[in-house]
């Protein structure tokens, strides 16, 4: 199994999701692309962005952060919360929600959950850069970057981005217990 990907591996594949969701989505009709934090807001941007630049005119931005929604919570111990930025019109809009890797579901679940507190998009897809499997929950991606089959359930895909790591990067690799 590879376990690193550089920085040019990840702009290929993030190339490779802009062409999918391109493909997708008329460059002539509304989309809303949503990530969720904190890397899934990055890639959402960048590919917002790159739409832009393929012709997409009518893109609408946001950012969610799904800490309050998610069933897991008393399980992942104390994190900082940042504010969900939504001040699109979602009612009756495609929208395609953004994160960097899909494992058990449960992100993706509880973002679907905060996002219909805010209206109801005409349809809902997901692009992830990364999908290791594992899930938990009947989700999967619309559009997925790189598929990773036969990740460890004792290792953790790190998706690295430089606005907030330094550098862009994948690595897969044991996790690590935080004492």
Request: aromatic residues 4%; negative net charge.
């Amino acid at each position: 199994m590879r376990n690193y990907y550089d920085h040019a591996d990840v702009a290929r594949l993030i190339d490779g999701l802009v062409v999918s969701v391109s493909a997708a989505f008329p460059a002539d009709q509304p989309l809303n692309v949503v990530g969720i934090r904190t890397r899934g807001e990055i890639l959402a941007n960048r590919i917002a962005t790159a739409l832009a630049q393929r012709g997409h005119r009518y893109l609408g931005r946001g950012v969610l952060d799904v800490t309050l929604y998610r069933d897991d919570i008393a399980a992942m111990g104390p994190r900082p919360m940042r504010a969900t930025d939504l001040q699109i019109d979602v009612d009756d809009k495609p929208l395609l929600l953004v994160d960097d890797v899909l494992f058990t579901g449960r992100s993706v679940r509880s973002a679907m959950n905060l996002l219909i507190d805010f209206g109801r998009p005409a349809l809902i897809r997901l692009a992830v850069l990364v999908d290791r499997g594992g899930r938990e929950l009947p989700i999967q991606a619309d559009f997925t970057a790189l598929t990773l089959s036969n990740v460890p359930p004792e290792h953790r895909v790190n998706v690295r981005l430089t606005e907030v790591d330094g550098a862009d990067e994948i690595v897969v690799e044991p996790k690590t217990e935080v004492a």
